[in-house]
């Protein structure tokens, strides 16, 4: 005989998050691969180094992704932060 467990807990870790990082993974990730403004470049990784999507990336392979979109994001971040800096109303020195 099954256990029979409200939908909003057998599904609770399934919904899509909004953020690009994961809250928790047991496997220590911290990119959310389900994001939508990461899972193309998810699926660029996997065409670039010739895994087909239907096969899970390494655990090596999943840390240098997860780095990239590190950078990325930090990169993406200083450009933001150097912007908002030129654009204060300061003049350039």
Known sequence: MSRKFP????????????????????????????????????EAYHRRIGVPLHIHLTHTQRLQFETLVHRMLEQKRRNVHVQQSDSDGSPDP
């Open 7 to 42: 939908i909003d807990t057998r599904f609770q870790g399934l919904r899509q998050s909004n953020s690009v990082y994961l809250e928790s993974n047991r496997y220590g990730y911290r990119i959310n691969i389900n994001h939508p403004g990461i899972r193309p470049l998810y």
